[in-house]
T-cell receptor, first 113, second 114 residues
Framework: KAGVTQTPRYLIKTRGQQVTLSCSPI?????VSWYQQTPGQGLQFLFE???????NKGNFPGRFSGRQFSNSRSEMNVSTLELGDSALYLC????????????FGQGTRLTVV | AQSVTQLGSHVSVSEGALVLLRCNYS??????LFWYVQYPNQGLQLLLK??????LVKGINGFEAEFKKSETSFHLTKPSAHMSDAAEYFC????????????FGAGTRLAVHP
């Protein structure tokens, strides 16, 4: 069974640009969550999608957005990039119930210059 | 609000020694608790989870954790450290009613010396 796939693995963008990251969950999983990992703030929850609907959101500005498609694949978008957006962005997939575990992808390392 | 505290940002042990990584949580309702491991430039790998039932939970790679409600703790242990255990370890609590939102501790970097 394939794991969680995130593309691309590495990305370099310039301040002010926008970026789209992609996540393909484990087959059969309907929940996709996104996290930002930085040395200073650690792992922070961005948002969660379940059956194409956002059902939870973290404390990030509106520049951070996401969506989920009917095949459960998800994308997150960051507009007007800032230097502070440089981070490892992790996607997690789960079946959706609260007592089920989340499986993480390898992450996308975003560097903003 | 739920939170997780990992005591010790860095832990160093000798190969073959006991590994003990500490995690305390704050939750007003019975929590779901998880330990993850992260190797350099990798994502998070689930080691073990506690949802309900048995308080001693066994995971992969010889790790186990015990849920102690009275102490609000979920410490991770391994009887004998191996060089390959060197990594960063994260304790996490799932927010009740928050679906799949995980609150993570700051992480503990484990170093294993020969």
């Amino acid at each position: 069974k394939a794991g969680v796939t995130q593309t691309p693995r590495y990305l370099i963008k310039t301040r002010g640009q926008q970026v789209t990251l992609s996540c393909s969950p484990i087959s059969g999983h309907r929940s996709v969550s996104w996290y930002q990992q930085t040395p200073g703030q650690g792992l922070q929850f961005l948002f969660e999608y379940f059956s194409e609907t956002q059902r939870n959101k973290g404390n990030f500005p509106g520049r951070f957005s996401g969506r989920q498609f009917s095949n459960s694949r998800s994308e997150m978008n960051v507009s007007t990039l800032e230097l502070g957006d440089s981070a490892l962005y992790l996607c997690a997939s789960s079946q959706g119930a609260e007592n089920t575990e989340a499986f993480f992808g390898q992450g996308t390392r975003l560097t903003v210059v | 609000a739920q939170s997780v505290t990992q005591l010790g940002s860095h832990v160093s042990v000798s190969e073959g020694a006991l590994v003990l990584l500490r995690c305390n949580y704050s939750s007003s309702v019975p929590p779901y608790l998880f330990w993850y491991v992260q190797y350099p430039n990798q994502g998070l790998q689930l080691l073990l989870k506690y949802t309900t039932g048995a308080t001693l939970v066994k995971g992969i790679n010889g790790f186990e954790a015990e849920f102690k409600k009275s102490e609000t703790s979920f410490h991770l242990t391994k009887p004998s450290a191996h060089m390959s255990d060197a990594a960063e370890y994260f304790c996490a609590v799932r927010v009740s009613g928050g679906y799949n939102k995980l609150i993570f501790g700051a992480g503990t970097r484990l170093a294993v010396h020969p």
